[in-house]
């Protein structure tokens, strides 16, 4: 099993900026990609970004391309997940996931592939 926990999450103004946090424990060697998913009221989970756990291959969603930054540090085997230029529509649950299989390019983007979750953080982001 891997535990994933979230912190870092808040209330920023529209234009402001936030790092979330993701740390893994337990079966962390069994992990081969980690990834930010966000919910919001009323809408479906959505894909954020993910990372590579051995290349550090990243990938974003278009939304957040060019604002959001995911990155890690291997030997805290944590996720970090940079925002800049944060806007009300990414106000959400930010949820961090771990996948225990290989991705190609062209995945990665469906939840329902990773199997470790952590339980969420809220990001609130005011006009």
């Known amino acids: 099993q891997v535990q994933l926990v979230e912190s870092g999450g808040g209330l920023v103004q529209a234009g402001g900026s936030l790092r979330v946090s993701c740390a893994a424990s337990?079966?962390?060697?069994?992990?081969?990609?980690m990834g930010w998913f966000r919910q919001a009221p009323g809408k479906e989970r959505e894909f954020v970004a993910r990372i590579n756990w051995n290349t550090d291959r990243t990938r974003y969603a278009d939304s957040v391309e060019g604002r959001f930054t995911i990155s890690r540090a291997n030997a805290k085997n944590t996720v970090y997940l940079q925002m800049i230029s944060l806007k009300p529509e990414d106000t959400a649950v930010y949820y961090c996931?771990?996948?225990?299989?290989?991705?190609?390019?062209?995945?990665?983007?469906?939840?329902?592939?990773?199997?470790?979750w952590g339980q969420g953080t809220q990001i609130t982001v005011s006009s």
């Open positions: 996931a771990a996948a225990d299989i290989h991705f190609s390019v062209s995945d990665g983007y469906n939840p329902a592939l990773y199997k470790y």
């Open positions: 337990g079966r962390t060697f069994s992990i081969f990609s």
